[in-house]
């Protein structure tokens, strides 16, 4: 009788701490022969598996290119965390193009998706809430209310605010939005402006090292524990050398950290790193989703969670695609023979090729290593 018989069974299953070895043994024959296998497989457990993170983003969404929920989603997928996507707009492109399409959320269609993750008890799976760029008073107030509602649901869920007002003393919301962001601060866990609306929030100007940590500290009393002025200029004599780099000037960018302790002492810190003269869009949504990342990063290997340790990890990550980035359209201009990209472009088709290079700097956003010390340097700072 030809052909051949083959068996394999699962003979036994033993646990050992979060993982399980199952060893299996298997046979064939055929009238000449005869083979016998045993198999150990070590297989994870559900424990195996880590803890689950889910984040609410709430903010922009643009159908082509990489801003508001299309910059911030990427990243915390890539790092393991699920996101669930609330947008504030819908544009067909970020508003930096010559023209956009699109709508505006209102109030009461933002507070309608939320009711309908409330009413089939999603909301209560939340472990952190991330907002950046909503434009609209009353939809501001909505998220107020729904942050106050999760964290009820669950005291643990970490708030991730990046104040998305204006820049470079230009403000480009409505003004009683300011006041409103003062008074969410309360809630605040993390929160993320740049100089301009730090020094919105604060009611105070940025003109040195020491006004940073005052402001900061400022922060801290309107309720965030942790702050991260995600850019801000200050005068070289005021950075300490050990971070100075070959072209550090007084136009220089700089990432200012401030964190109350357990203890209930303030630990500052400050971040240099290059910058490439082009035009960037995007990054600041990247940056505030990555502190979401780095900072939970920090809460499960350190009882004391490290802020400036987190925000040196965004830092590497959002300089290394910031560069790609630029490179890219330095590459761009070679190839068209046009003029440096500098400043806003006038063109679709410029400003298509300044694109973050998001998909592509996936490797940087799960290893921030991969940018050397001596690139991205931090100094704590001494009270100031």
């Known amino acids: ?59 922009s969404h643009t159908v082509s290119g990489y801003c508001g929920n299309k910059a911030a989603v990427f990243p915390l997928q890539t790092l393991g965390f699920d996101v669930d996507i609330l947008n504030t707009v819908q544009f067909s492109n970020h508003t930096g193009y010559p023209s956009w399409t699109g709508s505006k959320m209102t109030a009461d269609h933002v507070q309608e998706l939320f009711d309908g993750l409330e009413a089939n008890g999603l909301t209560e799976d939340y472990t952190h809430v991330l907002t950046g760029y909503i434009g609209n008073y009353s939809i501001l107030e909505k998220v107020e209310l729904m942050v106050q509602k999760l964290k009820a649901i669950n005291p643990s869920l970490i708030y991730v605010c990046d104040t998305v007002m204006g820049d470079e003393g230009a403000l480009y919301v409505a003004p009683e939005i300011v006041p409103l962001y003062r008074n969410i ?87 240099s790193f290059p910058t490439y003269p082009g035009y960037f869009t995007g990054t600041g949504d990247l940056f505030s989703s990555l502190v979401v990342a780095r900072l939970q990063e920090q809460m499960n290997t350190s009882d004391i969670p490290s802020l400036i340790e987190a925000a040196y990890r965004v830092i590497c990550s959002v300089n290394a695609i910031t560069k790609n980035t630029w490179l890219h359209q330095q590459k761009k201009v070679l190839l068209e023979k046009t003029q440096g990209i500098r400043l806003k472009p006038d063109s679709a088709k410029v400003t298509r090729q300044c694109e973050l290079q998001l998909i592509k700097g996936k490797k940087e956003i799960e290893n921030p290593g991969l940018v050397g010390s001596d690139i991205v340097k931090k100094i704590r700072i001494s009270q100031l």
């Open 185 to 271: 601060m309360r809630f605040v866990d993390v929160v993320t402006p740049n100089q301009f609306e730090a020094e919105l929030l604060s009611e105070m100007k940025i003109k040195s090292l020491l006004d940073a940590s005052s402001v900061t500290k400022k922060l801290h009393t309107l309720g965030s524990p942790n702050v991260i002025i995600t850019s801000l200029t200050v005068p070289l004599k005021d950075v300490p050398k050990e971070i100075h780099s070959e072209t550090s000037s007084d136009e220089s960018l700089y990432c200012f950290t401030s964190q109350i302790l357990p203890d209930g002492t303030i630990e500052q810190n400050l971040i």
């Open 1 to 59: 009788m030809g052909g051949i018989i083959m068996y394999t069974i699962e003979c036994q299953r033993t646990l050992q701490g979060n993982r399980s070895t199952i060893i299996y043994f298997s046979f064939f024959f055929s009238k000449k022969k005869f083979c016998f296998n045993l198999i150990s497989v070590v297989m994870p457990t559900m424990e195996d598996e880590g803890p689950n993170y889910r984040v609410l983003s709430i903010q």
